[in-house]
């Protein structure tokens, strides 16, 4: 489809596209809101290599200066990780900072909207959104963009921070397809069991895309690939679940509201954990930009001539 003029597609995402090679969207809260400097770089950089290693163009969405980014150069990636008051930014919040100029990252909703009007099919994050803790009607946008974009969002399950069967009952509701990838239980973010079942299992990425594709000829939205983190990287659910709960009450001492919730008890967390909870999250945004890349290769046109993406391809 023609996007707007305030899109802009990277030179290896049209690239892709062109060509019809598998693109993977990338979202941009974890290099603003996520990490601290230099290390949002770093990891940035490592996932969009992780996905060329799996044959895949790699798509970090965010927004610059008012423009709508689709992958991102070397000097604009460098350029919003080192944004020293980036926005940030869910669905709602794209029209007002591409209007008044502004950059920021996108959060899973806004990277979702973005994402899916580009024509990309797969999407790697960390967690998504949901069901907040304690909270009577305070339910992230990613559920409700997830239900309405046809994409597949490969992630560690939902934040732990969350009301994890809470969560879980607003995707039934919403229609969301809650597949675990090679386990029945649904992943708690920096551990792999949280005692929830998925909706459904598959064993590979090409019995993903085969389920995918089903699913949207069927009219089917967005589905979740939920992808437990590596086993020498996971920690205890007892354990950092003791760490949110400080967190969370650290949070309302202190007047933490809205948006600002999030980023502050993940950080809190990874304090209180001495980084422990840190390393696995960037163990699982890597595993999951992996898997990401691999179920893209079987939901593109161009399987056959897959391998190893140059950085301009």
């Not at 601290?36 to 770093?42: A, I, M």
């Amino acid at each position: 489809m023609a996007l707007a003029k305030f899109y802009k597609l990277s030179k290896e995402v049209q690239s892709a596209q062109r060509r019809g090679w598998p693109v993977v969207a990338l979202e941009s809260t974890v290099i603003t809101h996520g990490l601290p400097q230099p290390e949002n770089l770093k990891l940035a950089q490592e996932m969009e290599d992780i996905v060329r290693a799996g044959g895949a163009a790699p798509a970090t969405i965010g927004v610059l200066k008012g423009q709508l980014l689709v992958g991102m150069e070397e000097e604009e990636l460098q350029e919003l990780a080192q944004d020293k008051a980036p926005r940030k930014l869910s669905s709602r919040d794209l029209a007002a900072a591409v209007a008044q100029e502004a950059s920021g990252g996108t959060t899973v909703a806004a990277t979702l909207r973005v994402a899916a009007q580009a024509g990309i099919q797969v999407f790697a994050t960390g967690g998504i959104g949901g069901v907040h803790r304690n909270a009577a009607r305070d339910v992230s946008a990613d559920l409700s963009e997830l239900a309405r974009r046809q994409l597949v969002v490969v992630c560690a399950g939902a934040k732990a921070i969350l009301d994890l069967p809470g969560t879980l009952e607003e995707l039934e509701t919403l229609g969301v397809p809650v597949i675990g990838y090679q386990t029945d239980e649904f992943p708690a973010f920096y551990s792999r069991e949280s005692g929830l079942r998925n909706s459904g299992r598959v064993e590979s990425a090409e019995e993903m895309a085969t389920l995918a594709q089903t699913h949207w000829t069927l009219g089917g939205g967005g589905l979740l690939l939920a992808a437990p983190l590596p086993g020498d990287a996971a920690l205890a659910h007892e354990q950092i679940d003791g760490w949110i709960e400080v967190a969370l009450k650290d949070a309302q001492v202190e007047g933490v509201r809205g948006q600002a919730v999030t980023p502050y008890v993940l950080k809190r967390v990874s304090e209180l954990s001495g980084d422990k909870s840190l390393k696995a999250n960037l163990a699982l945004l890597k595993n999951n930009a992996g898997i990401a890349a691999e179920v893209a290769t079987h939901l593109s046109p161009k399987t056959g001539q897959l391998g190893l993406l140059p950085k301009q391809a």
